[in-house]
């Protein structure tokens, strides 16, 4: 029971960790909630985060487990000698039990506190160390394990995607910059956050059965784990510029069914799929995407605003045209409701339709479910009509 709610606790930690990754834009804040995440995980007495600038110096240094006037009393950030400097170069995880005794090591400045053990992970975008996230001494005196060298490798990259986001966003001047910033944050919700949101509901649904139905919620908590290792390789592929799970045309039915399979999983929703016809081989991989993105919207607002009983989904393919159909018998909306574009992420569905020159259809009346349809003749070209 100990091992299972210890496993609860780590997945509430990393989904909060990507639930900031996805919600916020402003670096500081970014990476003060990643280093307080880690610290907080592992168990540890401190916690640093170092940014590099582009000839690899410090440019930030973030801290956890020290208040701002001792913060200020150690001085100006590190420069990267010592064991900062081993990360810096080599690019690859540290772990001491005693860092004194490592020839490596250089002095503290005046006024920091006394450390023993040491963990620090590189922060990699792209082939390049962009940062460097440290643990040191565990509040159980333990030394870091193989355990804690992992999670803290998912939390720095994490932080790395929230970096190269971050700064894109303050870059925004740039017209190109700025629209592939705007990418990554779409591809990020409709994908990681839409992920880890379907991960929360399993979570919740397991801290209430935890005592009385431990088994069960050992199955739930494994698939969870399943869905958070998919979220961090939508995340990894993020950080080398690719693209996430739907990598093939191919794969657009599985990944749909996979969609529904998840709702039904994550929300007791009964739920059906139909599919009716085989891709073209013309649609392209931009196309494929776009209409998953769109599914995977339209299904996260059935579980998140319709309080329906049951949905479905119906994906036809023929040679010169492709539709994607998500119904549900929820509560409904006005799709042009003042709070309806945020609350529901139709700006999204929309722009994803509009970029591969697909339809998009919204029909919805409260208190009589929605219908979300999305169609895309193959190899059109014009801009999609609302």
């Known amino acids: 029971m100990t091992s299972t709610q210890d496993s609860l606790e780590e997945l509430r930690a990393l989904t909060e960790a990507g639930v900031t990754l996805t919600s916020e834009l402003a670096l500081e804040a970014v990476l003060q909630k990643v280093v307080d995440i880690a610290r907080e995980l592992i168990g540890a007495r401190y916690a640093a985060l170092s940014v590099l600038g582009p000839s690899s110096e410090i440019t930030r240094f973030i801290t956890s487990g020290i ?107 740039s017209v190109a910059r700025l629209e592939e910033r705007e990418r990554i944050g779409m591809d990020l919700h409709d994908g990681v956050m839409q992920s880890i949101y379907a991960v929360g509901l399993t979570l919740e649904d397991c801290v209430e059965r935890v005592d009385e ?20 390789g939508d995340i990894r592929s993020y950080i080398f510029d690719l693209r996430p799970r739907v990598s093939v045309v191919a794969d657009l039915p599985e990944a749909i069914r996979h969609l529904v399979d998840d709702l039904r999983i994550n929300t007791l929703i009964q739920t059906s799929l139909e599919i009716d016809g085989e891709l073209s081989d013309a649609i392209t991989q931009d196309q494929a995407l776009a209409l998953f993105h769109i599914t995977q919207e339209a299904l996260n607002n059935v579980a998140k605003h319709s309080q329906a009983k049951s949905a479905s989904v119906r994906l036809q393919a023929s040679d010169r045209l492709i539709s994607v159909e998500v119904r549900d018998d929820g509560i409904g909306f006005d799709p042009e409701g003042e709070q309806s574009h ?3 992420g139709l700006r999204n569905m929309r722009d994803r339709a509009r970029s591969v020159g697909a339809r998009l259809h919204l029909v919805g009346k409260t208190d009589e479910g929605t219908t979300v349809r999305a169609e895309l003749s193959i190899g059109a070209a014009t801009e999609a009509h609302e």
């Open 213 to 232: 139905a431990p088994d069960e919620v050992k199955t739930s908590l494994e698939g969870a784990m399943n869905s958070l290792n998919d979220v961090i």
């Open 342 to 344: 945020e609350r529901h």
């Open 67 to 173: 208040s701002a006037e001792e913060r200020e009393a150690i001085g100006d950030i590190p420069s990267g000698k010592g064991l900062l400097g081993v990360l810096l170069h080599e690019g690859d995880s540290l772990r001491l039990e005693t860092m004194s005794g490592d020839p490596r090591s250089g002095s503290l400045p005046p006024n920091h506190p006394q450390m023993t053990s040491l963990l620090g992970v590189p922060l990699i975008f792209r082939g390049r160390i962009i940062g460097n996230l440290y643990l040191t001494d565990k509040t159980d005196k333990r030394g870091f394990s193989d355990h804690d060298e992992d999670l803290v490798r998912l939390l720095a990259t994490q932080a790395a995607v929230a970096i190269r986001n971050a700064e894109l966003h303050d870059k925004a001047e």
